[in-house]
């Protein structure tokens, strides 16, 4: 469809209904909403019963705004939960993971009976290692099996996990697993992209040598590159966990026990530790995989299309779907790892029925050409999901076109690291949908959308996206930091969660996610603060002071303009610029992870500021996205933008 066409089309607010050979055999029904909202809380206490509990709670909800127990006198085992239950149950040989990997052709297929006995060697191993109950386990891994089976060895043990994406640097490693203090790490010497092993312990060592606390690093072994080695400290995969026995008890541990730690960048420089508890964290999870799914354990094979380092893998690649014992797809590589068409190939081979991933990847798709999914039979394919941003409507009808044959639910579903699991989504076979739009809240969940006095808006207005009541899943908080947690999600809005995000409510009341509020930038899907990103460039001996904002791009939804200011000797007159902005662009990736890249790095001998000093970022990004340029009336020197606008012209610089 044309973009002016659907333009047109969308006037009229024209939606897709379900198809009612669909919603017959929904595993949601459309009375669930009503069920739910009777009484929310008793009805998150039916869906906990999803789980298998070793003592079953009788408490559901204990709420001291804004911290929240759920479940709190039951007793359970994630791991148990995970794989144990299916294998007692006679689903040994059902296939829990088709591992893909970045070559072509090479697989691994992994059973649940097998995924038993490999969390029990795991765990065995930690245990010898000296992991215990409470203590935090960093995991640093690429998209291979063993991160998943790490993942739940350590839960296993009533250990913490927090995995850090093997993307992220050496400082970032470090600073992580000094703030919540693990003193385990696991790693891989190596990951495969695209044919070419990169090395992975490298930034570990240089991220120890800042953590004298950590202990032990386990090591697997995945590629054949050469390691440096710490005696005593550094154990491999196949010597320490394949001796191990295979059979492993474990223990129960309190609903309320802290299960993992995941950080995301907020408005501030410092990442913050987002922690999880286990009941209400896997009944969450265990519910929205079932109902937003729709899956059929029987016959489905879902392919989460994500990380395990960022919470979308940690909540569908992990947790929901293996709660629910359905088989996955887990895929190694890139998009375009062996060709365009690399993903296609994969739904082909393994007969995918469930696709979920980012809108950045489906654009990305999108722009290499219709021909290669063409060239597949994609037909296996029943339902399509999209995560992580906010989801243009050309992108939505071309993924509906072009993948799902016109005949697949598409659920757009909005969630964060924080909620734990998916919050807002159609449902399928329930939910017309509509290209762009999340719709509605899942049953048992509360959001509205509040003005800036915190009051509803009407239909057809925007506004913020609340959230009205407690949720399982919600994150318990900041690790070490209550106090950050209140003020960041609690104060703007006084007994509401501030999830900071703007929001629509359409002529039909559906909500339009429109993307964040605050100073944090969506890159591909990845969070980043703009201070984040200005302290990696501060940072840089060269640079007397940046500003960074999120501009909008067509792939990546934002991508990061930085305007700098560098520190200037007499002797700087009429020097090439080029290498210092690429060396600056190499130091983020350096100091952050290369997905901090900025786009484009503007050199301007000074910024836009408020009287009070404040850099007033807001038309920073009407120049970055050449807009006209917003109020310039409370600027120390209006003139300053201008000149930087005529920058953006000449200077522009470092794309790729
Ligand atoms: C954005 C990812 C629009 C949003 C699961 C949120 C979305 C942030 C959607 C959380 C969506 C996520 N539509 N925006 N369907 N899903 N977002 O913590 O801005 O990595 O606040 O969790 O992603 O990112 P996070």
Known sequence: MSEAKLEAWLDETRSFAPSPEFARQANAQPSIYAEASADPVAWWRLQADRLTWTTSPTQTLEWDLPFAKWFSDGTLNASYNCVDRHVEAGRGDKVAYHWVGDAEGETRTITYAQLQKLVAQAANALSELGVKTGDRVAVYMPMIPEAVVTM?????????????????????????????????????DGAYRRGSASPLKPAVDEALESCP???????????????????????????????QNDVHTCESFPAEHTMFIMYTSGTTAKPKGIFHTTGGYLTQCATTYNYVFDIKPESDVCWTAADIGWITGHSYIVYGPLINGVTQVMYEGLPDSGGKDRWWKIIEQNKVSILYTAPTTIRTLMKWGDQFPKDHDLTSLRLLGTVGEPINPEAWMWYREHIGSNRCPIVDTWWQTETGAIMVSPLPGITATKPGAAMRPLPGIGVDVVDNNGDSVGNGEGGYLVITHPWPSMTRGIYGDPERFKETYWSRFPGKYFAGDGAKRDEDGDLWLLGRIDDVMNISGHRLSTTEVEHALVGHPAVAEAAVVGASDETTGQAIVAFVTLKMSADDAGKDYGPVIEELRLHVAKVISPIAKPRQIILTPDLPKTRSGKIMRRLLRDVAENRQLGDVTTLTDPTVVNMIAGLMETNASGED
Do not use: M, P, Y
């Open 152 to 188: 739940l060895a350590i839960v296993r043990l009533g250990a913490v996990h927090s995995v850090v994406f093997a993307g992220f640097s050496a400082d970032a490693l470090s600073s992580r697993i000094l703030d919540s203090d693990c003193q385990f790490v696991v790693t891989a």
């Open 213 to 243: 606390n950590v202990k032990a690093v386990l090591v697997v072994k995945r590629t054949n590159g050469d390691v440096n080695w710490v005696e005593g400290r550094d154990h491999w995969w196949h010597e320490t966990v394949e001796r």
